[in-house]
């Protein structure tokens, strides 16, 4: 069974602080997507990545898919309050593209 | 553009009472489509999932079922709801590897 863990578990920083989140699986996964949560909501995809090493931005996120594509890790410049969520990771098995796993996820919180 | 729809938002039924939840999607034709449920903040379960009409794949056993009549159309059912039937229930499609589209959830609360 692949899974996919995500550290920290929670993370509560000051606006203005940078931070990395992780992802690590013992698994390759064909592609990594990583979502932004709010409460009450439904995920929304921020980034997918699918070459082993990719570096993409978007704004102040930076993601980045590990060489052996088992791992991602997700870092944010100058964090703001809009940045609060669930940040979840979630990859797709080497064999489908149609079914990923999601990881449980880790939960920010930037204070004003 | 494509977009999905699911509803109720909230929900609240006794135990043993029946259940439907609808999805529907647009903009799009033959999309993959999904049910997931989350616990309180934290990671998605995955409990069905379909490639076309009338083709259902059941991830966990449980009191739920999924039917798909329609290609834009995902229901989830239950006969007599539970107390662990609880939770935060998410609709969402894709077309490939780009990622998932969620819908807005239903929060189902059985008393």
């Known amino acids: 069974t692949q899974l996919l863990e995500q550290s920290p578990q929670f993370l509560s920083i000051q606006e203005g602080e940078n931070l990395t989140v992780y992802c690590n699986s013992s698994s390759v996964f064909s592609s990594l997507q990583w979502y932004r949560q709010e409460p009450g909501e439904g995920p929304v995809l921020l980034v997918t990545v699918v070459t082993g090493g990719e570096v993409k931005k978007l704004k102040r996120l930076t993601f980045q898919f590990g060489d052996a594509r088992k791992d991602s890790s997700l870092h944010i410049t100058a964090a703001q309050p809009g940045d609060t969520g669930l940040y979840l990771c979630?990859?797709?098995?080497?064999?489908?593209?149609?079914?990923?796993?999601f990881g449980p996820g880790t939960s920010l919180s930037v204070i004003p | 553009s494509q977009t999905i729809h699911q509803w109720p938002a909230t929900l609240v039924q006794p135990v043993g009472s029946p259940l439907s939840l609808e999805c529907t999607v647009e903009?799009?034709?033959?999309?993959?489509l999904y049910w997931y449920r989350q616990a309180a903040g934290r990671g998605l379960q995955l409990l069905f999932y379909?490639?076309?009409?009338?083709?259902i794949s059941s991830e966990v056993p449980q009191n739920l079922s999924a039917s798909r009549p329609q290609d834009r159309q995902f229901i989830l059912s239950s006969k007599k709801l539970l107390l662990s039937d609880s939770g935060f229930y998410l609709c969402?499609?894709?077309?490939?590897?780009?990622?998932?589209?969620f819908g807005s959830g239903t929060r189902l609360t059985v008393v």
């Open positions: 969402a499609w894709s077309m490939g590897t780009y990622g998932y589209t």
């Open positions: 379909s490639v076309g009409i009338g083709q």
């Open positions: 979630a990859g797709s098995p080497g064999t489908s593209y149609d079914k990923v796993i």
């Open positions: 903009g799009t034709s033959n999309p993959n």
